[in-house]
């Protein structure tokens, strides 16, 4: 079983706002190891208009030596929102970022619209950095994946790896809308396509990880590779009711040989809520990276991210 | 040049019973040839709260030389999508395909949104009864927005040619932002895909099959094509991007174009051998062709004024 030390709340975007759009949130961490720096983009919001967020990605640097130390943070968004109509026209949330064959960082993310008998749609779009990394351009205005007939709304929480040559895209697909209160909540799955070239991609169309608790929604699906096995830390929490304690979101661990055929392991992840703090309702949104022989998580806390994100280390040797 | 003889108004919805509280619109006639007639599939309107509505599917039988009609069909061909899917809204409209021994259509699902009316895709449905009725074979869409396809993508058109499934289809290239006097106004146009199994398709993304002749604000629409000895031709419908709907001089009339090679398409609106009339059911506009053979002889139906609030009309193509 992994033993996770929780190390606090890492990053708290009230200390470190930026323009309007950096208020509150920093969500969903995603790692990219630099020379001096480990770069953490994130997803934020302005204060609300009229009850309604929308969110943008922006990015940490954080001392290499020191996490806690943050050396710089980005003074505008990554991504810019996308026109009138487009998919993506009212946030930009999550974001993963990996380096192409050029060492150009490329960067999958959910685009947000509304509708009017849902409050909204995702499908993720594609963006390529040409300054490192700082901001990223969009190659379309539509997105690179999006509903088919198995996944019909809500593709989202893109995490973009590259093992074996292979483009591995994991994300969530939406499987129904349930009223829940007079409310409409969507149900969601993890997902997984392949490509060659990072744009045409071929869907697995099956949901990854068996569900555990009624209506579950799973997200962040984070892989990484270790010691022979894939490793997927993710989220998941209960259909309805989903924004306390009791039904709200905790972490669990699937272990696969082959990335494609996954055991779900939840009693091995080694992380919880805590007894009261930032993270004593929900833990969520894992990102687990290994940096200079050590492995470490980011994760939100209470009301998914909305005061910032984590830090855990894994004790070494843990890892299921 | 082609030569057409109208034959003149055929079905005005008024005249009949539609079930539901469907009365006006018969749009985007298209054609299932059956043994003893020729099945004619529509999208008419029902009516909802706060003065929206929905499109709905209904078909008329007529005899094969449509000096009569059969029967009328009143219940719903094909239910709505479910809560937050593609085609909640409305289908609008149905492409039917005979594969073999099955029968299946393609379908523009409608969806509203908040910062624009509508969002469509186009779904893929299938019957089991000779087309009296289809149900689907998904939830979401069989194909929809891409990079360089950003949204609207619907009025797919698919014939198989050669051992393969071709599509012709409209995809919005963007939005343009609301006036004083306009609402925000779409801009489509006409493309190509290809498929071996009429589920994963292939497209020269972005790419409009068909010159502009009015400006690069123009809206094409609803794509048909009919092979005539070794000739491809296709009829489709154009208009300016605003102020449409009641001035006729920007409004909806029948564009032409033609193709040796299912490849490249030459514009040729003046071979086009039809038009508005001086007077009567479609002296103002003509929209949303289909162009079909029964019995060796070649027609087209078409929606006149209003956008086929009253119906449509066909005219026969003189062979010679």
């Known amino acids: 079983m992994a033993n996770w030390i929780k190390k606090g709340l890492l990053f708290k975007t009230a200390d470190h706002q930026q323009g309007d759009w950096m208020q509150e949130f920093a969500q969903a961490p995603c790692v990219v190891v630099r020379d001096d720096t480990v770069r953490v983009y994130f997803s934020t919001r302005p204060k609300p208009d009229s009850g309604l967020y929308v969110s943008y990605s922006g990015f940490a640097d954080l001392d290499r030596a020191d996490l806690f130390k943050v050396k710089k943070v980005s003074a505008k968004p990554i991504l810019s929102l996308g026109k009138l109509g487009t998919f993506d026209e009212f946030g930009t949330y999550p974001v993963s970022v990996v380096k192409n064959d050029e060492g150009k960082y490329v960067c999958y993310y959910a685009g947000w619209t509304r509708c009017s008998s849902v409050p909204f749609n995702v499908a993720i779009g594609m963006g390529i950095s040409n300054d490192d990394g700082e901001t990223f351009t969009k190659i379309g205005d539509g997105p690179v994946l999006s509903y088919s007939l198995d996944e019909p709304f809500v593709l989202s929480g893109p995490k973009i790896r590259r093992f074996n040559n292979l483009w591995c895209l994991w994300y969530i697909a939406g499987k129904k809308w349930i009223m829940v209160n007079g409310k409409p909540e969507p149900v969601y799955k993890i997902r997984m396509a392949t490509s060659s070239d990072g744009i045409n991609w071929k869907k697995e169309n099956r949901d990854l990880i068996e569900t555990r608790v009624a209506d579950e929604a799973q997200a962040s699906s984070d892989v990484f590779y270790k010691d022979g096995k894939y490793h997927m830390f993710f989220c998941y929490r209960y259909g309805a009711n989903y924004r306390g304690k009791e039904f709200g979101y905790r972490i669990g661990y699937a272990c696969s040989d082959d990335m494609y055929n996954w055991t779900r392991m939840d009693e091995k992840v080694g992380i919880d809520v805590s007894s009261d703090g930032w993270d004593g309702e929900m833990i969520s949104y894992p990102h687990v990276f290994e940096l200079d022989g050590k492995i470490h998580m980011f994760y939100l806390g209470n009301q998914v991210g909305k005061e910032g994100f984590g830090l855990a280390t894994l004790e070494e040797g843990t890892l299921v | ?320």
């Open chain 2, 1 to 320: 040049m082609m030569h057409w003889k109208k034959l003149g108004q055929i079905f005005n919805p008024l005249d009949h019973d539609l079930g539901g509280n469907c009365e006006y619109f018969a749009q985007s006639p298209q054609t299932l040839v059956l043994k003893d007639r020729v099945r004619v599939y529509f999208s008419t309107r029902e009516s909802q709260e706060h003065g929206m509505f929905v499109s709905k599917i209904r078909y008329v039988d007529f005899k094969k030389d449509f000096s009569s009609i059969i029967e009328v069909a009143n219940h719903d061909v094909l239910p709505l999508g479910e809560l937050g899917t593609f085609d909640e809204h409305g289908i609008f409209p149905i492409n039917p395909l005979r594969v073999g021994d099955k029968i299946y259509a393609y379908t523009c699902g409608w969806s509203r949104r908040e910062s624009v009316p509508v969002e469509t895709s186009t779904g893929l449905v299938q019957s089991n009864d000779d087309g009296k009725t289809f149900s689907r074979i998904g939830l979401g869409p069989v194909f929809s927005a891409s990079p360089a396809e950003p949204v609207l993508v619907g009025d797919s058109f698919v014939q198989a040619y050669n051992g393969s499934y071709h599509m012709f289809y409209i995809f919005g290239q963007r939005w343009k932002e609301s006036t004083l006097t306009e609402p925000p106004a779409r801009v489509y146009k006409i493309a190509q895909a290809w498929s071996d199994d009429g589920i994963t398709w292939e497209r020269n993304d972005g790419k409009a099959i068909i010159a502009d002749v009015l400006n690069e604000d123009e809206c094409q629409a609803l794509p048909t094509v009919l092979k005539i000895s070794e000739r491809y031709h296709m009829y489709f419908c154009f208009r300016e991007a605003t102020d449409f709907r009641k001035n006729p001089s920007r409004g909806y009339r029948l564009g032409y174009a033609y193709s040796d090679d299912l490849k490249d398409w030459t514009r040729a609106d003046e071979l086009a051998g039809i038009a508005k009339s001086k007077s009567g059911w479609d002296n103002e506009m003509m929209c949303y062709p289909h162009i079909f053979e029964v019995d060796g002889e070649a027609y087209l139906l078409y929606n006149g004024n209003e956008f086929g609030r009253f119906g449509f009309g066909l005219a026969k193509l003189n062979m010679n």
